[in-house]
């Protein structure tokens, strides 16, 4: 008798647990309702509602707000999933910024970092989750560089590898492989993986395809030798038989301007013959990154060639230099001001400015960021034809100050690409943002609105959706972007950030 009212009270105890639970999960849910659901699939806009629970996306379409609901009025704005920046150097600001807002106000929910060769390890990243929260997702690359420098030494990598060097890189890859990196980047036109032979490249990358991992590029040419530079991905990919992408595809030598037909020509011609390589790319004519990339021969005090960079790569009197420890009073001037100033031709000027700051460095050796031009190098029916591509999706690689791609390259996208130049649809701008995105990176239940899919949402309105910043204003915050939610929670709210920290690290599976 005790047996049946013991039990008889606890089927009693469990059954008001289960409806109290209901009730909490119900009174968590969230309807976002009376919007455009752009669902980034590339599919055309759809009138309904998107309802959230707990860090999901539980039910979209035309719903009717439950008991409990939290019911926001989209006021028929556009919902998508959130974007997915493919090439993001923004993570070194979120220690000091967690809020993200650089990020945020762009649209941007998930940044995957770990670009142009330089990474950190994923147990230093997995570290930093436990002791920080952010407001954004973030997923990892293994950088070729920093794997170069921490085997060969940071100041021994301007050489070839030797076979037990790469050996030892094989093993220090595989571990941070083992523990969620996406795959290996690598940073082939920076010095500190300039002089890695093909081979090493290739012995590597083969060791990330066999973890099912994937291969991105920044190549060893942008500019003069453009054409070799793809050839070496193309190969990387039939030989490896993974995926491939090409980070921040451009033509940067003004001789071959108006080529980029050329170049997806020969792209299409490399997925055709079963090599799934694809690109990113930012909105942008201009890129930001050292002075010394202007040097394809990396041969700093040759004017011959820095003429061949002020004569073909870059346009000195549009490229201004946004960072100068050295001479701080030369920031936000153009190279070719700055020679006037200095009664020098442009040239000389380049060489000068470089050897200055490899002065600085010498003398101050834990000094970060000392020098950085805004490098105008494109054209804009190039930026154009390579946004247009299918299998290219739109990334910022900025971070937070410098480049305005790093507060507006999404916004930039939605307002001059899409609503004034009409280049793109709008559902497919979002599908280069979002689905197609996390489809080429291979991360799962993101990049899409659909049950069971992770609640990463931005809601916008396409009429006034524009960016901001620029040179003078690298923090310009953009306009347009209404609410954006991580994982089920509101982060960014009409130009603010909530305050909320929602963010999680994304482990490749």
Same mark, same amino acid.
């Given at each position: 008798?005790?047996? $049946? ?6 089927? &009693? ?11 909490? +999960? ?23 509602? =998107? ?14 707000? &439950? ?9 028929? %704005? ?26 945020? +106000? ?30 954004? +997702? ?28 790469? @050996? ?37 990358? %083969?060791?990330? @395809?066999?973890?099912?991992? $994937? ?25 490896? *038989? ?70 073909? &790569? ?8 946004? $960072? ?20 020098? #031709? ?21 000094? *970060?960021?000392?020098?950085?031009? @805004? ?16 299998y290219a999706n739109i990334c910022s690689d900025g971070a937070a100050g410098g480049h305005p791609r790093g507060y507006g390259a999404f916004t930039r996208v939605l307002g001059k690409f899409v609503r004034e130049q009409q280049q793109l649809t709008l559902s497919k701008a979002i599908h280069k943002m979002t689905g197609l995105t996390a %489809? ?5 239940? $993101? ?17 006034? =959706? ?26 960014? %709210? ?7 920290? #929602? ?7």
């Amino acid at each position: 008798m005790k047996n $049946r009212s013991a039990i008889f009270f606890l089927l &009693l105890f469990t059954f008001f647990q289960s409806q109290l639970n209901s009730q909490t +999960n119900q009174s968590l849910s969230t309807l976002i309702q009376n919007v455009w659901i752009v669902d980034g699939s590339g599919s055309n806009a759809i009138k309904g509602g =998107v309802r959230i629970s707990g860090n999901r996306i539980v039910a979209v379409g035309n719903l009717k707000p &439950l008991a409990g609901d939290m019911v926001v009025d989209g006021k028929e %704005q556009y919902l998508s999933p959130g974007f997915i920046d493919s090439h993001s150097h923004h993570f070194g600001s979120l220690k000091k910024e967690p809020t993200g807002i650089a990020m945020t +106000n762009q649209g941007i929910t998930t940044i995957i970092i770990g670009q142009d060769g330089d990474s950190y390890p994923m147990d230093s990243l997995s570290a930093f989750f436990k002791q920080h929260q952010i407001a954004v +997702n973030v997923a990892s690359y293994t950088g070729h560089s920093s794997v170069r420098e921490k085997i060969m030494g940071e100041n021994n990598v301007f050489r070839k590898s030797t076979m037990e060097e790469i @050996a030892q890189m094989k093993k220090y890859l595989a571990t941070d492989l083992q523990k969620g990196s996406l795959g290996l980047s690598t940073g082939l036109e920076y010095e500190s993986a300039f002089y890695s032979t093909k081979e090493e490249v290739v012995a590597l990358a %083969q060791l990330t @395809a066999s973890f099912k991992g $994937r291969y991105m590029s920044h190549i060893r040419s942008e500019d003069i030798q453009l054409n070799e530079a793809i050839d070496e991905i193309i190969d990387i990919g039939k030989i490896t *038989g993974m995926p491939v992408k090409l980070s921040h595809i451009k033509i940067a030598n003004k001789d071959d301007w108006g080529n980029a037909p050329l170049i997806i020509q020969k792209l299409e011609l490399a997925r055709k013959q079963g090599v799934d390589i694809t690109a990113d790319v930012y909105p942008y004519n201009f890129w930001n990154s050292t002075l010394r990339v202007l040097f394809p021969d990396k041969q700093f005090t040759n004017i011959k060639s820095a003429e061949l960079a002020v004569n073909k &790569l870059f346009d000195a009197n549009q490229s201004v230099l946004v $960072r100068f420890a050295p001479h701080p009073s030369y920031a936000g001037k153009t190279i070719g001001a700055i020679a006037k100033e200095r009664n020098e #031709s442009e040239a000389v000027t380049l060489m000068n400015l470089i050897q200055i700051a490899a002065e600085y460095k010498q003398a101050n050796p834990n000094a *970060g960021g000392i020098e950085a031009l @805004a490098g105008k190098s494109m054209n804009d029916a190039d930026v154009a034809e390579f946004i247009k591509w299918p299998y290219a999706n739109i990334c910022s690689d900025g971070a937070a100050g410098g480049h305005p791609r790093g507060y507006g390259a999404f916004t930039r996208v939605l307002g001059k690409f899409v609503r004034e130049q009409q280049q793109l649809t709008l559902s497919k701008a979002i599908h280069k943002m979002t689905g197609l995105t996390a %489809q080429q990176l291979g991360l799962q239940q $993101r990049g899409k609105i659909a049950v069971g899919y992770f609640a990463d949402l931005v809601l916008f309105d396409p009429t006034t =959706v524009n960016d901001h910043a620029t040179i003078e204003n690298g923090k310009a915050l953009s306009s347009g972007i209404n609410s954006v939610w991580v994982n089920g929670k509101l982060v960014y %709210q009409q130009q603010k950030a909530t305050g909320v920290l #929602s963010g999680t690290l994304i482990k490749r599976n």
